[in-house]
């Protein structure tokens, strides 16, 4: 399987509104036919041009014929994802301070490395804490809205492809996000250490649902099940999930003008006729289109930061699973907006 995730917008609040990122989910069997018709498509549009599409440079019209022509409704092993953050309902000062806390935690990391003799990684997390420092608010709400678009687009490929004809489907799963203004390698490796480390608290703290049903040679379970209810998803993160140059790559450029499309929508775009034809493959909880990530004054640590720097406890990992696993959850509300945790 395939996920492939591009954005849409600038997360600036020097233009205000909602930015996004959309989580393209494929099947292995299905990504080659998905690429033929991207390409029959873009002949009818830039002809033998190898230029690559984007979304921003389509027509009204050539967005509609991409959406039911690449994506038609007869090819149901393709599924969207949409997560975004809105600079209209977040404060800038909230992200500023979430992004110093980042910062902060980072260097406290580095200082526990050193007490444990870990002199490698101890200059990692200094370094990062330096480079966290200086990220931009854009920078910084950018990459809290992909972490829930991993999480969420992950999510939604288990319950996608549940049926147990599609198990073939989880025995690699591919991450690839498009590069952005993430070029460097330094800063590849920044990003990719911040994503993993964040993604790992988010399935630790709050788990990720699978099917009741698998069985336990299932292999989502096999590759990644370490303990009832505990999943393991490191050499997901760490191994299998890339930025990557959308030229190479006809997933991403699908990703990038499926986000356009629902980029234009929710900023009040008149003509809807691409948006209504993608609709109905947006997974979201409740009927939500689009899962609009928030940071406020809860967001953030209110005590000494200390509290939440320390080693991996895998007792405390499975005792919290063990947790979960008694506690019924009552049903969400039909809600578009969460606020993002705070970081631990």
Request: with cysteine.
């Amino acid at each position: 399987m395939w996920i492939f995730i591009d954005e849409s917008g600038s997360f600036s609040w020097t233009n205000k509104g909602k930015s996004l990122f959309c989580g393209l989910n494929v099947s292995d069997k299905e990504l080659p036919e998905l690429e033929k018709r991207f390409a029959a498509w873009k002949r009818t549009v830039v002809g033998q041009s190898k230029a690559e599409l984007k979304g921003p440079h389509l027509t009204a019209n050539q967005l509609y014929s991409f959406a039911y022509k690449v994506l038609p409704p007869t090819r149901r092993e393709i599924h969207l994802t949409l997560v975004g953050g809105d600079t209209q309902a977040t404060e800038e000062s909230f992200v500023e301070r979430l992004r110093d806390q980042a910062a902060e935690l980072f260097q406290l990391s580095s200082e526990l490395c050193a007490e444990h003799e870990n002199n490698k990684l101890r200059e990692t997390y200094r370094q990062m804490s330096g480079w966290v420092r200086n990220r931009s608010t854009s920078n910084v709400f950018w990459v809290i809205a992909l972490q829930q678009a991993i999480i969420e687009t992950l999510q939604h490929a288990i319950v996608s492809f549940a049926e147990l004809e599609h198990s073939s489907e989880f025995e690699n799963i591919e991450i690839a996000i498009d590069e952005s203004f993430v070029r460097r390698d330094e800063h590849v490796e920044f990003w990719r250490e911040w994503l993993r480390n964040d993604l790992m608290k988010n399935s630790r703290q709050r788990g990720v649902t699978t099917i009741k049903e698998w069985p336990p040679d299932h292999p989502f379970k096999r590759k990644y099940l370490v303990y009832k209810g505990l999943f393991d998803f490191n050499d997901l993160f760490r191994n299998h999930t890339n930025f990557r140059d959308s030229k190479s790559m006809i997933g991403l450029q699908v990703a990038d003008i499926c986000a356009h499309i629902f980029y234009r929508n929710f900023r009040d775009f008149p003509d809807p006729r691409a948006f209504d034809a993608l609709r109905p493959r947006v997974v979201g909880k409740n009927g939500i289109v689009l899962h609009t990530i928030t940071v406020t004054e809860a967001s953030l640590h209110h005590d000494d930061l200390a509290n939440h720097v320390g080693t991996f406890d895998i007792d405390e990992w499975k005792r919290l699973a063990d947790e979960r696993s008694r506690i019924s959850t009552p049903p969400a509300e039909a809600t578009s907006s969460t606020t993002y945790p705070p970081r631990s």
